[in-house]
């Protein structure tokens, strides 16, 4: 019995050994990023500052400020107009330029174009594409997940490494101070990894599903089990939910919606009246409804990754998805058709809305960020950490790797825990795989790099 804990602590060491060593540059991006945008609102108004508190005499109509934004890019197609924050404030108009690419264009009340952003290059979106995808599109999507399924088990391993087993509260609770450099980086590493592990899981676990395989498939078995009701909100891979999904798709932007002519948002088109842009705007104000407020053309896309409707959709795209409501208006009449609010949604999706809003740092506010802000400097704080103690151990010529646990012992737990992180993580079931394959076909033939792994019996 003795062997077999053994043997099963040494395996399992080994697998956090290996797991952080692939997932301390990814806890280095990752944390980085995402504290950074955890605070998307503050960023966006402060890269928005000069287009903000402006006077507010002499305002034109909505319809006039689109018309300005259209007449500033010839070509050009109206996709959203997002309203004010407060009284003052630029609008954001969301246009389609004639080879597809968009803008942000901001006009001011009296219905002057005072400037215009390429949404891929604003601050959040670059931090976000880093975050989800590390700017290489679905490839750096499935490395995200690959190495948050691995940060997971690295977080599972690293707790049963932390287990007291009979220890004081020193060294388990909060570090030792006096014992020398090398105990007080294990310590470090061992104390902050306790506090925040509760913390990361949560974060990882929220984040899966945006990722694209794990993402699918808790897509495909909604699907099965009947678990959708209303559109889904938030991206699987970087990418919008639905099959007629358009390249531009973004976190959380304007431009999950579609493109119209002017045309198509008031006046007259093919001998029909619309109810004009003014009128929706209005409504819209009158809700109250959290900001952003997206206000999209008859034509467009109703929602995030909704399918083109014909009708004008009023949606709060807010990040705390509890405050989401989207709202439809009849093209002709103006009449409200539907009202989408967070409630209506299934369980299933609620939950995964609470989710999305805590790891956005969206759910309670500054709390939540702040929350948010401790836990991204934990997990840097056990990467660097961890970096040092490896550093430390690690034997002249050899990756340093924990001794090799006795094959021939056969553990149960262990093969529970395999079976389990299978089921739950594909991604870190294939590398798994992959690695079994790596070290029982290839590892025989390259003596040298076994010996450097410290992979010999």
Do not use: C
């Not at 004008?312 to 795209?317: A, E, I, K, M, P």
């Amino acid at each position: 019995m003795a062997k077999a804990n053994t043997s099963f602590y040494r395996t399992i060491w080994r697998w956090h050994f290996y797991a952080a060593l692939f997932v301390i540059p990814m806890i280095l991006i990752l944390a980085t990023t995402g504290t950074t945008y955890l605070f998307k609102p503050q960023i966006d108004r402060w890269e928005e500052r000069s287009w903000r508190g402006l006077p507010v005499a002499g305002a034109v109509t909505p319809d006039d400020q689109v018309a300005a934004a259209l007449a500033a890019f010839p070509g050009a197609k109206f996709n959203s107009y997002r309203l004010p924050a407060a009284e003052g404030d630029a609008a954001l108009v969301h246009i389609a330029l004639k080879d597809q690419a968009m803008r942000d264009v901001f006009v001011s009340p009296q219905g002057v174009v005072l400037g215009a952003l390429n949404p891929k290059t604003r601050i959040m979106q670059v931090a976000h594409d880093i975050h989800g995808q590390l700017l290489i599109g679905k490839q750096g999507s499935w490395l995200v997940e690959l190495a948050a399924s691995w940060a997971i088990v690295m977080i599972i391993t690293g707790l049963y490494l932390w287990w007291p087993r009979g220890r004081g509260a020193a060294g388990v609770l909060w570090p030792r101070l006096s014992g020398g450099n090398r105990l007080v980086w294990r310590d470090l590493h061992a104390v902050t990894g306790f506090w925040v592990s509760g913390l990361a899981m949560v974060l990882l676990l929220t984040g899966l599903p945006w990722a694209d395989v794990w993402g699918s498939a808790f897509k495909a078995v909604r699907a099965e089990m009947g678990w959708v009701k209303g559109q889904q909100d938030w991206t699987i891979g970087g990418r919008l939910p639905t099959p007629d999904a358009d390249e531009h798709a973004e976190h959380n932007h304007a431009t999950m919606q579609g493109s119209v002519s002017m045309a198509g948002m008031s006046g007259h088109d093919h001998g029909m009246t619309h109810v004009a842009l003014d009128t929706i705007v209005a409504r819209a104000r009158s809700e109250h409804l959290a900001f952003p407020v997206l206000v999209t053309p008859p034509g467009g896309k109703g929602g995030f990754g909704a399918k083109r409707v014909m009708a004008w959709t009023v949606r709060s795209d807010t990040q705390n998805r509890p405050e989401r409501v989207t709202i439809t208006y009849d093209a002709m009449t103006g009449k409200e058709q539907s009202r989408e609010t967070f409630a209506d949604k299934h369980v299933i999706d609620r939950v995964v809305g609470y989710g999305v809003a805590w790891h956005e740092g969206a759910l309670f506010g500054a709390v939540n960020q702040v929350i948010g802000v401790l836990t991204g400097l934990a997990l840097i704080v056990l990467a660097v950490s961890g970096f040092v103690l490896w550093r430390k151990r690690k034997p002249e010529g050899r990756l340093g790797a924990p001794p090799l646990p006795d094959r021939r012992v056969a553990s149960l737990g262990l093969k529970v825990v395999i079976a389990a992180l299978f089921v739950f993580l594909p991604l870190f079931a294939v590398s798994l795989v992959a690695l079994w394959l790596f070290d029982r076909f290839a590892l025989p033939h390259l003596p040298r790099l076994a010996q450097w792994l410290g992979l010999e019996v």
